[in-house]
């Protein structure tokens, strides 16, 4: 790894966990010096402040992007500027990180958005193998749930930015207001219209782990089975199923709506697949999923909302390129 001043530095052991995925072995990246202390060989104070609140720091990017894979190069942009902060001056680290995140985040979202525009077929957020503590902290898990993420794709870049601060982290609205370059009062109008958005289209309930898990294995079973009354018994009446192979994988082209639709499609399309199919259930997003195995190899992740005991969203992502954080867990916090 070339640093801006044109030394190289180790790419193992700590340095891995400054960026995480963004550093990688057989990848060289253009990064600020980051010093360590010659008495002990360990990093120095900016670096120590940077990796304390690394997790929070890809949540709130991830949340606010959808896209892990974007997340870890906006760390990476957080760090570049960390890096040459006097931090004599930064009275709150914590703040003064959120702050470069969330700018650095706003900038990707905006560039992610004309992105969108000519990707093939649905797009989906990037899904997350996550660690089982995130389950346990509920508003975390439905905060980072496909079914809340596809609401917020729904929102202006800066509505996302506030309603993510505001409603996730608790952020006052001072500090949101440096972070997204807008006045308290916009802020809190900002998150109030915001607020009413998201409420309007999330989930109505939280469902248990114990309640998810039930309507996946009968959704498995009836899929499996190619059965259409079973679907039909698990499936909402108007339920969506979105597929998204980003043009390299095949998925369903648009949105099917409708559970007769939805139950014939899966019943008759996943007969079709060629080769041995395996399920593996898992924690992704912070509910339980499912992980499909095509001949060994990991081919397809299935998540679902659940409403009234009901499947009432599928979303099903193939797209290999958004499969690669389904190899680890990711730590996520507030």
Sequence with gaps: MTTATGGKVSQNGWLRHLVGDAVDSEQEFTVVDMP?????????????????????????????????????????DTWLRWAGVDLGAVHDQRAYLVRITTRQALTRLRTLGRRKESYVGSWLPEPLLTAPDVAEDVALADSVSMAVLLVLETLAPTERAVFVLREVFDLEYDEIAEAVDKSPAAVRQIAHRARAHVSARRPRQVVSPAEARCA?????????MGDLQGLLDILAPDVVFLGDGGGIKQ?????????????RALASGWGKVAGSTSWRP????????????????LDTVVAVRIEGGLITGIYAVRNPEKLSHMRRENVLSR
């Design 36 to 76: 360590q202390t010659a008495a002990d060989d360990r990093p120095d104070r900016a670096t120590e402040a940077f990796l304390a609140h690394r997790n929070l720091l890809f949540t709130v990017a991830y949340e606010m992007l959808g896209s892990a894979a974007d997340a870890e190069d906006v760390l990476q």
């Design 216 to 224: 996946l294995d009968a959704f498995q079973r009836a899929v499996d």
């Design 251 to 263: 998925a369903v082209p648009r949105p099917i709506l409708g559970a007769d639709k939805v139950a």
């Design 282 to 297: 898992a924690q992704v997003n912070g509910y339980p999923a499912l992980i499909v195995h095509l001949d060994g190899e």
